[in-house]
């Protein structure tokens, strides 16, 4: 399925198609203070709607994620980096797609407090 996401303001708009079976909610110090709902898909599954450009990026730790977020309104709509398999991917904060229903999917919680 495809879906629409952007920012609070709009600065940052994409699409992302795949399998949104469930999410992750991860306990580090990132994102236990972002409240995000991750989902990962392979990165070409993201396609921008903006230029980069318009967005800023976080590293922190190892700084091997990139936290992207809008320097305007300052909201999170997903980061990016090398999965497991060493393929680019992406981790969307569900919470800015439009139409899902977050609440009602299943939740893996992730201590990354611990990594």
């Given at each position: ?72 309104c300052g909201i999170h709509p997903f980061g990016e980096g090398t999965g497991p ?31």
């Amino acid at each position: 399925m495809k879906y629409h996401g952007s920012c609070h303001c709009g600065g940052i708009a994409f699409d992302v198609e795949g399998d949104l079976g469930g999410v992750m909610s991860c306990n580090c110090s990132m994102c236990a203070r972002k409240g995000a709902l991750l989902w990962f898909v392979p990165r070409e599954a993201l396609v921008l709607s903006t230029p980069p450009e318009r967005m800023s990026t976080y590293t922190f730790n190892k700084h091997v994620i990139q936290h992207r977020f809008c320097p305007v309104c300052g909201i999170h709509p997903f980061g990016e980096g090398t999965g497991p398999d060493g393929k680019a991917m992406a981790a969307v904060n569900v919470r800015c797609l439009e139409g899902v229903e977050f609440e009602k999917l299943p939740v893996q919680h992730f201590d990354g407090k611990a990594s």
